[in-house]
């Protein structure tokens, strides 16, 4: 049984930053991929960055995100992280971990599929 924990959200000001945690229990895959997404209520779900658990490749789908959000990654601590920095009202939203034995032949992960096992959201709110 795979549970996906997230933490970290909160409440900043405009230029702040949080970091966000998500802790995966049960997944036994040899490599994976792990990625966060985000949801503003009445639009769709947005890939955030993505990275594959076995060499730490890293996917920013959004150029002006990768500037300055950084995915990584704790193996012994079976935990994933995104860093978000200089923090955007419209970065607020709900943000969603999620977990995939799936592997692209790339070898990268992407956040342009779905995702098989996913956490409950923590909230980021950034005020102007």
């Known amino acids: 049984h795979v549970q996906l924990v997230e933490s970290g959200g909160g409440s900043v000001q405009s230029g702040g930053s949080l970091r966000l945690s998500c802790l995966n229990i049960?997944?036994?895959?040899?490599?994976?991929?792990m990625a966060w997404f985000r949801q503003v209520p009445g639009k769709e779900r947005e890939g955030v960055a993505a990275i594959l658990t076995s060499n730490g490749n890293t996917y920013y789908p959004d150029p002006s995100v990768k500037d300055r959000f950084t995915i990584s990654q704790d193996t012994d601590k079976n935990t994933m992280y995104l860093q978000m920095n200089d923090l955007r009202p419209e970065d607020t939203a709900k943000y969603y971990c999620?977990?995939?034995?799936?592997?692209?032949?790339?070898?990268?992960?992407?956040?342009?599929?779905?995702?098989?096992?996913w956490g409950q959201g923590t909230q980021v709110t950034v005020s102007s």
């Open positions: 049960g997944v036994s895959y040899s490599r994976f991929c």
């Open positions: 999620a977990v995939d034995a799936f592997v692209p032949s790339t070898g990268d992960c992407y956040t342009e599929y779905d995702y098989r096992f």
